[in-house]
């Protein structure tokens, strides 16, 4: 088994505090088998991003987002424009499209950078509210702890030699020396002043 693969099970495995994880759980408006196609969209995400030199944290899935993608940073429209093997894992008509991950595939498309990045979460599960799945919020100290665990076995599954990139201030907390950089999170009006920090890494 490679090392990216135990880092996906003990993923589809991963119970962190009160969030969802779309890996191991499914609810209404999931496609029957979404944890599986979610995961699978991952396993090829991180296989054609093998050479990539920079790996870029965000805080958590959010719920426009790597909760249907699996894919930090990415909604099921970027999947779309992807195409196949990637699958959307919603039964809506349309597909569910992220502010924040529209800023930073842009971003990567504009400097010929997609496969150059791996973009991975804190947190890759999604905190939400109580009782409402379709929502967001700050992960607690416990769950960011708990995110870290795995963040820590994927960059070693992947090993030395690649920029660690804080996306924001609950990763860049989080990761501590882990990270050699941090850059604004595009959320909140922070889009001109990420892409510009992120530009600069790129170059």
């Known amino acids: 088994m490679s090392s990216i693969e135990a880092v996906l099970e003990e993923l589809a495995l991963a119970r962190i505090g009160a969030t969802f994880n ?33 790996v870029a944290v965000g805080e ?4 426009q987002g790597m909760r249907w993608s699996g894919i930090a940073f990415t909604s099921e429209f970027d ?23 529209t800023i930073v595939h842009g971003l990567l498309a504009r400097h010929d950078a997609e496969r150059r990045v791996i973009l991975w979460n804190t947190v890759p ?4 509210e109580p009782g409402d799945p379709f929502s967001n919020r700050r992960p607690t100290r416990a769950e960011v702890e708990a995110g870290l665990l795995l963040t820590r076995s994927l960059l070693l599954a992947l090993g030395p030699d690649r920029l660690v990139v804080a996306v924001g ?6 990761l501590g020396g882990l990270a050699q950089h941090v850059v604004r999170h595009p959320a909140n009006a922070g889009a001109t002043r990420f892409r510009r920090e992120m530009a600069a890494l790129l170059q």
């Open 22 to 54: 779309p890996f191991r759980q499914s609810v209404r408006d999931d496609l029957p088998g979404a944890p599986a196609m979610r995961l699978a969209n991952l396993r090829r995400y991180l296989a054609e991003r093998a050479g990539a030199d920079l």
């Open 60 to 63: 958590a899935a959010g719920y």
């Open 79 to 101: 999947l779309l424009g992807w195409g196949s093997p990637y699958r959307r894992s919603s039964a809506r008509p349309r597909p569910w499209k992220e502010p924040s991950g």
């Open 125 to 128: 599960t999604h905190p939400h």
């Open 169 to 174: 201030v609950v990763a860049a907390v989080g």
